[in-house]
């Protein structure tokens, strides 16, 4: 779907495009970018008026945001059940949670890399990378915590293996799947299941605490940890969301609701980076609840009965995954959809999730049996990355309107004309994007408009 199309929500980024000035654009001599202002007759200032940011956001993507690049079955890796996934601290390689332990495989094109030889035969359902100590924690149903070591210059696993049990109910209390796994700034580990049973593991002595149980809890629809905080959400079916401190063991009811929790998934709530809000999946849609509010600051359309959801590295934006299979990647300075995956996965079941990679160019959507893998278009990219400034974006709207469809040969070669008359002007502008978004722009327009020439 093109992205032209899927963008008639972006009338609200201006407020996100007024703020993308830099010290770049400012230190520019005028004469490189003030006839742009001139082409478009507008004020040559470091705010753009608000009608031509938002005719540049209507335009910007004429190509698609994601690409997708490579879908695996996990029967090719000679495994039957993918439960999680997680990116390695550099984004090269992916780790899948499978019926018998993790296994990598590379990012860039799904190709095999690696699986432990030494590790407890169990169903790998959660997965964390600890970038400090180049160790990959693998939870599973058998409350173990493995610890596999990776090579620094391969990247590969290392001939050892750390298990750990951290508890031994008895009969059907022994099996409890572990779906969460956070690390805090003491780099101790917090493991937690569905049900509400939450340990800490200390990386240093080794040793498993349990901190709380909330089994005997049967309203608990699913959990989440914040990042580096000992501070756990909890989502109860009824809609009552609960923040509880883990040292303490105060809970706070935080926001109730009339409105049912989405209970059949256990990735119903979660925190964003900063902690400041919590992502609830109701049965009605998605919503964000202000943790200092403690009130909804924002619910996204057309996310009914929502069975996944997650916040990229930076926050920025949002993936959300419902019961139809359908895949949304909101942004949340808009709290808009900008582009949807439909009919992409056809088995949706508990493993269907995605991901962010760390660098946020690559989403990675699972389901029990597939991984597939999708690019971000590195202009769009680099726009949503806060790096763009004003002239930069009226030099890409200047190439959209000069090799759009929708302009007449004609009238082409007639505004074609500014790419001779300020060649100079243009070249600098050009050379002020990164590498990369120099060469998809070369690829994509450039070269394929014949205009590629100007600026080599």
């Avoid at 940011?53 to 079955?73: A, H, N, P, V």
């Avoid at 332990?101 to 359902?125: E, K």
């Avoid at 726009?383 to 930069?392: F, G, I, R, T």
């Amino acid at each position: 779907m093109k992205f032209y199309i899927l963008l008639n929500h972006f009338c609200f980024f201006s407020m996100f495009v007024g703020s993308m000035t830099s010290s770049y654009a400012m230190e520019r001599s005028k004469n490189s970018s003030t006839f742009l202002y001139e082409y478009y007759g507008i004020p040559n200032s470091p705010v753009i008026p608000v009608e031509i940011r938002k005719e540049i956001f209507f335009q910007l993507f004429s190509l698609q945001l994601y690409d997708k690049y490579g879908s695996f079955f996990i029967e090719d890796y000679g495994k039957e059940v993918i439960y999680c996934a997680t990116f390695t601290h550099d984004s090269s390689k992916i780790a899948l949670g499978t019926n018998t332990g993790p296994l990598l495989i590379n990012a860039d094109d799904g190709t095999f890399v690696d699986t432990p030889t030494l590790c407890i035969p169990a169903h790998n359902t959660a997965l964390l990378f600890d970038k400090e100590t180049n160790t990959l924690f693998s939870g599973s149903e058998r409350n173990h915590l493995d610890i596999y070591g990776l090579t620094s210059d391969t990247g590969t696993f290392k001939n050892d293996c750390d298990s750990r049990e951290y508890t031994t109910p008895l009969g059907p209390e022994r099996i409890r799947p572990t779906y969460y796994l956070a690390q805090m700034l003491s780099g101790s580990l917090l493991i937690g299941n569905k049900w509400g049973n939450v340990h800490l593991y200390d990386t240093t002595t080794k040793i498993v605490d349990t901190l709380l149980d909330f089994s005997f809890d049967s309203s608990l629809a699913g959990i989440c940890f914040s990042k580096e905080t000992p501070l756990m959400a909890c989502a109860h079916k009824s809609g009552k969301i609960e923040l509880v401190d883990l040292i303490t063991k105060q809970r706070e009811t935080v926001h109730e609701s009339l409105i049912t929790i989405t209970s059949d998934s256990h990735k119903n709530i979660c925190f964003s980076p900063a902690n400041k809000y919590l992502l609830i999946l109701y049965k009605t849609g998605t919503v964000l609840l202000d943790t200092i509010t403690k009130k909804i600051s924002a619910a996204f359309e057309n996310t009914e009965n929502a069975v996944f959801a997650k916040f990229s590295p930076s926050g920025r934006l949002l993936v959300i995954g419902d019961s139809l299979g359908k895949v949304r990647i909101i942004t949340t300075s808009t709290r808009q959809c900008i582009t949807m995956f439909s009919g992409t996965h056809d088995e949706v079941d508990s493993s269907f999730g995605g991901l962010f990679s760390p660098d946020e160019a690559t989403l990675v959507i699972t389901t029990n049996k597939m991984v597939s893998l999708w690019k971000l278009n590195p202009l769009a990219l680099y726009v949503l990355s806060n790096e763009v400034n004003p002239e930069q974006l009226l030099f890409i709207k200047l190439l959209i309107d000069v090799t759009g469809k929708c302009i007449c040969k004609k009238e082409r070669l007639k505004e074609a004309e500014v790419f001779t008359k300020y060649r100079t002007e243009l070249k600098e502008i050009f050379y002020s994007f990164d590498e990369t978004v120099r060469t998809f722009l070369m690829e994509k327009i450039l070269t394929k408009n014949k205009i590629n020439q100007i600026f080599e």
